[in-house]
């Protein structure tokens, strides 16, 4: 008999108990391999499992993200959270109630469909039968295989999903308490500092050890293998200063730096590329239908995390434990077995919130650096914390990209044939994946792995996410040219390629519009039969009074996009309203979103104003740049150099959720991205009545392409 | 070793230290276990660090504590706790006001010094008293809408 197929992660993860136990009377902790980073998954993992068990939510412990107890679920990545996490849960946790009524039935000696739960007490006839989880519990194997046959609780009787509950890990980080793994200390602890290699295949030139030490005001000793160098004590300021001094009395052989030609995007024009077609091949006659493209552009991308990465650990007894706030602890432990040469048996890795990642930043590399210095100082736990400078540097950044968009128009002006061409590295780069951990770069006898494969369509796809149209299109394709060589570690950012993708599609239906002389929401939705698509096109234009009279140009403008995220989860449409003199203010943005059942309201909409808010950062002010004087290695930026969004710069943001009560909840964390960069870019077209196609829209370019009209 | 005194939330502190070049922030965080105030950047550029000194606020992670002596400090934990929040810290959960809330601690810490100066900030006021504060999860609006509603309540109160 084939295993049934289930919800979510409970395929890989089947037995119950991995999700829910009982450990004492009137307790339930459930674990999740989500983890928190910021995002308040915790929270909806918690209001999931209380209304699923028909509990409390007081009586529900979440317990997240290890190796010993919490289920592997991958990474924490991709707006996936909510739509296979907790729908594994939620199964789970029905699953679980079954067996606890089917047992109780058996005692009282009656059906199971005569029983309820009232906050995990048994009843019948609203009555207690005196049985509850806790008594029940001993009876119970919880060690079996979920079935996927619990029922689970009718929408309509949700008592905590789709309700407000306070985020459980807020309160610590509001009172100041020690909410961080930069916080954690553990006895013995010493605080170390790398020596960053350059770039892969850069070796230790000469070590002034004695500069280094004046610099450190106190003592500390150098840890060295191979070409990873640390510096290790126990006082952090010295350590600090150490690190801080040893960038300038370090000397590295066989350096390459990035170049100021490879910040631009269009450098990835001229590199060898591994292509692909993704659909039918593009006609080659277009049969009398007009032919229209254009070019998009965007730089490399920071995550730009708010603190630096950090990483613990203590190599004892043969045992290496780690603490990180990586977004996998799972696929960081077999990275780990690989860099260390240990079993994935011997290493125990723990997730400890950090500051909002946005994808993969520096913190696998910390928790990697940390172990490679506890593997030579055993029984002494270790503390990792990255310079500020150093993750700006170092942390992998989001690939440059170059979308061409080939559209073939029939008489009527609408796109009956779609090409996306897309140029770009790799959105995948996570450890695991093909890729290092950074300071296994460093170590003797590394040897690189094949390049990483690029994210599956099936999961939505990494540099080709969205670049096809939802809009009924009868033909369309994506031709993908992936660049392998990049002049800097290149790996997933909110969004992947999406951002980029739907910023060249939107903008390119709006200059459709504007070809055949109609309002840009009529001409989308004249080609959109998706109903929920075009649900939330008229509501986000309703809440904005849209006016496809409103008058461009005179620097005052507002915009439209949409996107359904990875055409197969969440929909969202935005307009936004900006002026524009040399730069862009933003004054509001509307949005509308379709993400089917919510189980956190105002979380849902924390996650889409930050969406909103980081988008636009992107948008008006982001792009890696190599053209900085650099005495080591890649340029150094800081804040000053990768400014983001400040409080003044924020718009106002009304955002409405339609179709909140579906059956099936739908990721939101990267929804917004996309549609954001095409709409600010709409309303900048229209402010000006020019478009700017190449991202970041900064003050110089928008300057620029006036000059040029 | 030299030793400094002065005052944190209210009590007299005595700290040794081998350079006189310490931050405050590591002394705050290492010697006095008040992990609240968190390290962002140490470049002053962030505001992650930010704690008020003789009521004014401060980036603490390159000041030093050889200047700290005989002054009075404060960071989030001085400002209250769970059992007895500041009207900041209570409107910022009541707005849920944070996503990884790793730029909080400093937010609040400018928060106050603005609400000490200015029970009535308008909404630009208060976005220009924090663009010295980094926010990257996109949580400006809460925030803003939070330091308003514990404008309110303060003047109530006062």
Redesign the interface.
């Known amino acids: 008999m084939n295993a049934p197929v289930l919800p979510g992660t409970l395929n890989d993860n089947p037995v119950l108990e991995r999700w829910v136990t009982f450990p004492a009377p009137g307790t339930i902790t459930v674990n999740t391999g989500r983890v928190e ?4 998954v915790l929270t909806a993992m918690q209001q999931v499992a209380a209304d699923e068990l028909f509990v409390s939510m007081s009586r529900v412990t979440v317990h997240s993200g290890d190796t010993i107890e919490a289920p592997n679920e991958g990474y924490t990545a991709g707006s996936q959270s909510i739509q296979t996490g907790a729908v594994a849960l939620r199964q789970a946790c029905a699953d679980v109630r079954a067996l606890f009524l089917a047992q109780a039935a058996a005692i009282i000696g009656c059906k199971a469909s005569e029983l309820g739960i009232r906050d995990g007490s048994i009843v019948r006839n609203g009555l207690s039968t005196g049985q509850d989880y806790w008594t029940l519990a001993g009876a119970i194997d919880l060690s079996a295989k979920a079935t996927g046959t619990g029922a689970r609780k009718a929408v309509a009787d949700f008592m905590t999903i789709g309700h407000e509950a ?2 459980l ?12 793994i ?2 954690m200390k553990l006895d013995g602890m010493v605080h170390a500092r790398v020596v960053r290699q350059p770039n892969r295949g850069a070796t230790i030139g000469a070590i002034d050890e004695a500069a280094i030490k004046r610099a450190a ?2 003592p500390v000793e150098f840890i060295k293998n191979g070409n990873f160098l640390a510096i290790v004590g126990d ?4 350590v ?2 150490a690190g801080a001094a040893a960038v300038n009395h370090v000397s590295w052989q066989n350096v390459e730096r990035p170049t100021p030609l490879q910040q631009e995007a269009n450098w990835l024009l001229q590199q060898p590329t591994v292509d692909r077609v993704l659909g039918s091949p593009e006609p080659a006659d277009p049969q009398g239908r007009e032919r229209f493209e254009r070019t998009f552009t965007r730089g490399f991308v920071a995550h ?5 990465s950090c990483g613990l650990a203590l190599y004892k007894d043969g045992v290496m434990t780690v603490w990180t706030h990586c977004q996998g602890v799972f696929p960081l432990r077999a990275a780990l077995a690989r860099t260390l040469k240990l079993e994935p048996s011997a290493i125990v890795v723990n997730h400890v ?4 990642c ?1 994808g993969h930043n520096g913190a696998d590399d910390a928790a990697a650096d940390a172990a490679i210095i506890a593997m030579q100082k055993p029984g002494t736990p270790v503390r990792v ?1 990255w ?2 400078e150093e993750e700006f540097v170092y942390e992998p950044k989001s690939p440059s990209m170059v979308v061409k968009v080939r559209a073939l128009l029939d008489a009527a002006g609408k796109p009956a044939d779609w090409t996306a061409e897309i140029w770009s590295g790799n959105h995948n780069g996570r450890p695991g994946g093909g890729s290092s951990l950074l300071g296994e770069e460093a170590l003797p006898g590394y040897v690189a792995p094949p390049p990483a494969g690029e994210v599956p369509e099936a999961a939505g796809g990494g540099a080709t996410r969205n670049a096809e149209p939802l809009y009924d299109i009868a033909d369309k394709r994506i031709v993908h040219h992936k660049i392998v060589e990049q002049p800097v570690r290149v790996s997933a950012l909110r969004g992947l390629g999406a951002t980029a993708n739907v910023f060249a599609l939107e903008c390119c239906i709006d200059e459709l519009a504007e070809r055949v002389g109609q309002d840009p929401l009529a001409y989308r939705l004249s080609i959109t039969s998706d109903p929920r698509a075009r649900a939330v096109i008229e509501k986000a234009a309703a809440m904005a009074n849209w006016d496809p009279k409103a008058p461009g140009g005179e620097g005052h403008g507002r915009g439209f996009a949409f996107a359904r995220y990875k055409n197969k989860a969440a929909y969202c449409a935005v307009v936004v309203e900006l002026d524009v003199e040399e730069a862009i203010s933003l004054r509001h943005v509307w949005c509308a979103t379709d993400a089917g059942l919510v189980v956190s309201p ?1 979380g849902v909409l ?2 889409l ?6 988008a636009a ?1 992107w948008v008006l002010k982001e792009q890696v740049r190599f053209d900085n004087d650099a005495p080591t290695g890649p340029s150094p930026f ?3 150099t990768y400014p ?5 710069e ?1 718009p ?2 009304t955002i409405v959720l339609l179709n909140t009560k579906d059956e099936v909840p739908l990721g939101v964390g990267e929804v917004t991205g996309g549609p954001v960069a095409a709409a600010i870019g709409n309303a900048v077209s229209h402010a000006l009545g020019t478009r700017v196609r190449d991202l970041p829209l900064t003050r110089e370019r928008i300057t620029a392409t006036l000059l040029k009209e | 070793m030299t030793q400094f005194d002065f005052s944190v939330n209210g009590k007299a502190v005595s700290v040794s ?3 006189e ?3 405050l922030l ?1 002394v705050l ?2 010697e006095l276990g ?10 002053e ?2 505001g ?1 660090c930010m704690v008020l000194v003789d009521d004014a606020p401060v980036k603490s992670c390159n000041r030093e504590v050889s200047t700290m002596a005989g002054k009075t400090v404060t ?3 001085g ?4 059992a007895h ?1 500041h009207p900041l ?1 209570q409107a ?2 009541d707005e ?1 006001a ?8 400093g937010i ?1 810490i400018s928060a106050k010094a603005l609400l000490e100066k200015n029970p009535s900030p308008t909404r ?1 006021e ?3 008293a ?2 010295g ?12 809408r939070a330091v308003e509603k514990a404008a309110a309540v303060m003047r109530a109160a006062s």
């Open positions: 980073l910021g995002q308040g306070p985020r890990d807020l309160p610590a980080k509001i009172f100041g308490d020690a909410a961080f930069h916080d005001k106190g006082n952090e300021t010295a600090d200063l730009a995390s708010i603190s630096p919130q950090g500051s909002g946005y914390r310079r500020r105002d924390n996650q104003e930050g969406g909103i808010i980081q950062s800081d804040w000053e983001v969004l400040k409080f003044s924020v106002e943001i | 230290v081998d350079n070049a310490t931050p590591n965080r290492n008040l992990v609240g105030t968190r390290f962002g950047c140490g470049l550029q962030c992650c960071t989030v934990e400002l209250g706790s769970a929040p810290q910022f959960i849920q944070g996503q990884c809330g790793y730029c909080l601690a609040l630009k208060i976005a220009l924090l663009d504060n980094i926010c990257r999860c996109g949580s400006h609006n809460r925030i803003m």
